[in-house]
C-alpha cells in the first residue's frame, strides 16, 4: 500500500511559480508510475502531468507543457511538480497519484490505485 501526501500549493501572482510536492510512503514507491492530476471547481479531474517509474519517461498535458517539470527522487519517496509561468487558468486542487501500471497521456484517473488528498493552488490575475 502506498500512502500520498501532497504539499506546497498556494496563492501566486500570474506569472510566478510554485513547486508542489508529493511524499510516498511505502516501500514499493519507486516501482510506481506517478502522476499529477487537477480539479477546477465545478470541473472534471483532469490530466496534468505522468513520469515513469525510473523517471525516463514524462508526459504532460498541452495546456502546461513547456511551463510544468515532473520529476522524482525514489531515495526521497517523492515526487514533484514544478511549475513556472502561471495563468489564472490553472488555479485548481492539484492531486498526485500512483499507478502500478505504465502510464501516459490517456491514462485515465481511475486506473490509477492511489492518491493523494490535494493541494489547493491559486493563480491571482
Known amino acids: 500500500q502506498v500512502q500520498l501526501g501532497e504539499s506546497g500549493g498556494g496563492l501566486v501572482q500570474a506569472g510566478g511559480s510554485l513547486r508542489l510536492s508529493c511524499a510516498a510512503s511505502?516501500?514499493?514507491?519507486?516501482?510506481?508510475?506517478m502522476g499529477w492530476f487537477r480539479q477546477a471547481l465545478g470541473k472534471e479531474r483532469e490530466f496534468v502531468a505522468t513520469i515513469s517509474w525510473n523517471g525516463g519517461r514524462t508526459y504532460y498535458a498541452d495546456s502546461v507543457k513547456g511551463r510544468f517539470t515532473i520529476s522524482r527522487d525514489n531515495a526521497k519517496n517523492t515526487i514533484y511538480l514544478q511549475m513556472n509561468s502561471l495563468k489564472p487558468e490553472d488555479t485548481a486542487v492539484y492531486y498526485c497519484?500512483?499507478?502500478?501500471?505504465?502510464?501516459?497521456?490517456?491514462?485515465?484517473?481511475?486506473?490509477?490505485?492511489?492518491w493523494g488528498q490535494g493541494t489547493q493552488v491559486t493563480v491571482s490575475s
Open positions: 497519484a500512483a499507478a502500478n501500471i505504465p502510464v501516459h497521456t490517456t491514462t485515465p484517473p481511475g486506473a490509477f490505485r492511489y
Open positions: 511505502g516501500r514499493t514507491f519507486s516501482s510506481y508510475d
